[in-house]
């Protein structure tokens, strides 16, 4: 059975960092591209990033560009994403999902609460 | 790159049918087959319904249907029943190596 289970959320301060994983078990992540979309509590989704299966390639929403990082480490079966910068505007459930590459999101994780604020 | 365009809300009886569009450009929903839909619940995470424009996944009801015509795809949801109640995302690969999802429709079965 496949699943997600993201963690490392939680409240921190206008330009500070934050790194979220996604633990994945049912599947070897090396062999699938993994995404990272988030939601505004109340609000809808927004896709944030994406990495590639098979040659790690990795895309970015303008709005994180530069300032997020997405990696994964297949030894761990685990997902990042690498938050600097943060804003207020970052302030959202983060959501892990495996992403048909180019096409769905078949399976998402749980979600792990980010709070940018002072 | 703007969100999707979808209706706010729907309703319909249960028993009905109801259709939930979703508009994007030639650059995302009218240039890929890689439309998909996702029903949220409150409180739960994303649930993928139909992907490829047309296709449900294993375990999904059949009384879930998608289709596409020019930038505008639709998911359109037959014998309406009260657990259909919750809101529904659409998404689209992009000309960008991006994605991008509709803004979500809330559905109320009456």
Known sequence: EVQL??????????????????????????SYAMSWVRQTP????????????????????????????????NSKNTLY?????????????Y?????????????????TLVTVSS | QSALTQTASVSGSPGQSITISCTGTST???????????????????????????NRPS????RFSGSKSGNTASLTISGLQAEDEADY???SYTSSSTVLFGGGTKLTVL
Request: hydrophobic share 30%.
């Open chain 2, 59 to 62: 375990g999904v009801s059949n």
């Open chain 2, 89 to 91: 995302y659409c998404s």
């Open chain 1, 95 to 111: 959501y892990c999902a495996k992403w048909q590459y180019n096409r769905f999101f078949d399976y998402w994780g749980q979600g």
């Open chain 2, 28 to 54: 995302d929903v009218g240039g890929y087959n890689s439309v998909s839909w996702y029903q949220q619940h409150p409180g739960k995470a994303p649930k993928l319904m139909i992907s490829d424009v047309t």
């Open chain 1, 81 to 93: 994403l690498q938050m600097n910068s943060l804003r207020a505007e970052d302030s959202a459930v």
């Open chain 1, 5 to 30: 289970l993201e963690s490392g959320g939680g409240l921190v301060q206008p330009g500070g960092s934050l790194r979220l994983s996604c633990a994945a078990s049912g599947f070897s992540l090396s």
């Open chain 1, 42 to 73: 109340g609000k809808g989704l927004e896709w944030v990033s994406a990495i590639s299966d098979s040659d790690s390639r990795t895309y970015y929403a303008d709005s994180v560009k530069g300032r997020f990082t997405i990696s994964r480490d």
